[in-house]
């Protein structure tokens, strides 16, 4: 069944300044005209600062990736002309630290690409400004940085475009859009790079990137999504398994491409959709965005999974107008080992000091960031040089103060007036994001993240009992560890809330159907339907149901309707061939595998399943090719191994069947039927003694089966052993007592001796 994980993004007003502060002592257009350079300029003494030998390598690195022709920042700084006209305010913003925009504190987390300018960089700039902004031997200095229109990383694998692009008014307010770019490839690929080129990017503030996986935010607005849902704040199905794909997706018109580190991609599947979040400033003229994302694929899925997590304190806002000093906490507990890889802060307008540190279980205080004065204009994600070690029981804790006097320059409002939370740039928000990578992890345990996962649900609750979010997710983490009874108390107090909530009443079936309680999940499923026709996921686990109580029409009817009427789905066709397999529908059921495998080549269900009628129908080989494919997909499936093995027993080759099921014993220890199946291979090959105990292993893990009793005995009468052979046989009668085989085999056992 499907268990669905739900988030919201409660989207940050974010990123990177597009001006710098205006120099007031000139008006525009009025503003004074350096001298034009000359390639005859005599060579300065050694002791000059010059623009060729020491601030444009500074002004290269540090400043030219926003400030060259089309770029994010207002004007370039890619030659001297440039840099000489803007030398006032490059000497006032580098002075103050205002730029180049970097936030956290030095000695606060050892962060990576850091902005920040040396001290040695802001003093040989000051000398270079104060000193007539020389330009020295204008031959001799570097070669500018090249910035142009094509893809930084080279043509994409794929290009998403939107489908019509966006025209941002002359004036107003900033605009929050959300544009929907479906992925239009019938396979799984996993992401190593995404490029986001907007046409315009000079009013982009920032956008955040998410994956729709069910296409949730399109069926909302079937009609309008083509032009972009206005808002910021999304609720979204993060799809049928806990796979939550947490990746600082957030985009800078400074960083256009944003490449994940090496073993860590991200997927889209079939039916996905990227959504980017997008935070417009208008410019003063109608500006047209035809937004591009370019991917970059990698055929390696994660070998890491990580995930996010976030402090907030969002229902603790109220901000008196005039306080100065008012401040929020938050902790968190961590259930396991992990691994920082970066953090993300934000606030709005008010935010003043954010602090962000963990304690250690034997007291030690490690720095995750500070911000002694925050700008919402100059935020970002920092990642840590190198990952940061936190044991389990470390406690995460954050601590934000917030300015609401007229001493801030970066107030709204003149003369203050009381703020509380929320999604508009003039309310605030208190969030500190992380991104973990949980270590240590014993085996044969659950999922850290959803350890993780519950844990931060719980610390939500605590709060807030109520939060309709966080109840879902916490149903979710326990039912991902099997908690099912756990997992559907929890979705029952969510119905109390909304009780006609398809995504709560398809998840609570599902922990129904994992309780044992397939019945009462059933009925629950046809009310989300009832309440709800469109409901794609509810008709989906409906028809999986049905599908395994054998209610044949009813799954069938339910999988027609459910590729009728929601996005085309592998998992769905190979359902439904399955099911017609089962009805005994051969050539419908090779129909709608080979239609799973169209939009899903390394369908499991679907290989396995065409490789059932290929052995049935006695193409051997044809079925061997099928199942050493989903192998190569999924080598830890001993269902597969065990099928092969069948596979290989038809063909004749023995030592190969053997081989698959004692790769499928050792994945799957506890299963009677391999167990039986192994017994049955080393007994054709002759090896009697290693089969009868193979199948008193079997016989241990299920006592009452009368048809492995017979076999057991089979096995011992060959070998000679006619005594243990009689019990056997007797012991299958007294479990079954019209067992036929096993009275047969009895009564020539006696007519023998």
Known sequence: MKILRMFVLALAVCCHLLGWPYDKTHAAGARPRPPAPTDQSVPPPATETTWSHDAAPILYKSCAPCHYPGGAGPFSLLTYAD?????????????????????????????????????????????????????????????????????????????????????????????????????????????????????????????????????????????????????????????????????????????????????????????????????????????????????????????????????????????????????VEDSLSLPVDVEILGVYPHAHYLGHDMQGWAMLPGGEKKWLVWIRDWDIDRQSVYRYKTPLLLPKGTE???????????????????????????????????????????????????????????????????????????????????????????????????????????RTLTALAAALDGAGLWQQAQERLLNALQAHPEACDARFDLATLELRHQELKDAETHFRAQLALCPPDAETEADLGATLADEGQTEAARTDFASSLDLDPKNLQALAGLAGIELDEGRVEKAIAHLKVALRSEPGSADLHEQLARAFAQSGDRNAALQELQKAEILKPEDPMVHAALAQVLADTGNLAAAIDEQRMGLNLLEDDPDGWNNLGVLEARLGQAAAARADFEHALRLQPDHAQARINLAKLQVKN
């Open 83 to 327: 840099a000489r006209r803007w030398g006032p305010q490059i000497l006032n913003v580098t002075q103050s630290r205002f730029m180049p925009p970097w936030l956290p504190e030095p000695g606060y987390g050892d962060f990576a690409d850091v902005r920040r300018l040396s001290d040695e960089d802001r003093a040989l700039l000051k000398r270079w400004v104060s000193g007539g902004m020389l330009p020295g031997a204008l031959k001799k200095a570097p070669e500018p940085p090249r910035y142009d229109s094509t893809w930084q990383l080279g043509k994409p694998d794929l290009i998403l475009r939107v489908e019509r692009p966006f025209t941002l008014q002359a004036g107003g307010t900033d605009v929050f859009n959300n544009l929907v770019l479906p992925y239009p490839l019938k396979q799984t690929h996993y992401i190593r790079a995404m490029e986001i080129r907007p046409g315009t990017p000079q009013v982009v503030h920032h956008a955040n990137v998410l994956v729709d996986r069910t296409a949730s935010l399109r069926r909302q607005y079937p009609n309008d999504w083509q032009s972009g849902i206005p808002g910021m704040e999304l609720l979204l199905d993060a799809g049928n398994r806990f796979d939550p794909d947490s990746h600082f997706l957030f985009w800078k018109p400074d960083t256009p491409a944003l490449v994940e580190p090496v073993g860590m991609p991200w997927r889209l599947d079939p039916g996905n959709d990227l959504i980017l979040n997008i935070h417009l400033k208008p410019s003063g003229k109608p500006e047209v965005l035809d937004v591009e994302v370019g991917l970059y694929f990698t055929n390696d899925p994660p070998s890491q999974q990580p995930m996010l997590l976030e402090l907030e304190r969002d229902d603790a806002l109220d901000i008196p107008a005039g306080d100065a000093n008012f401040v």
């Open 396 to 502: 995460l804790h954050m601590r934000y103060l917030y300015d609401n006097s007229s001493a801030n320059p970066h107030n709204p409002h003149s003369p203050p007036v009381r703020v509380t939370a929320g999604n508009r740039s003039v309310d605030e928000m208190s969030h500190l994001w992380l991104q973990v990578l949980p270590v240590n992890t014993p085996t044969g345990g659950p999922d850290p993240r959803l350890l993780l996962e519950e844990a931060w649900m719980r610390k939500r609750l605590s709060r807030t009992p109520s939060d309709p979010v966080s109840l879902y997710n916490l149903g979710a983490a326990l039912a991902g560890q099997n908690r099912f009874t756990e997992a559907a108390a929890v979705y029952e107090q969510e119905l109390q809330l909304d009780p006609a909530n398809a």
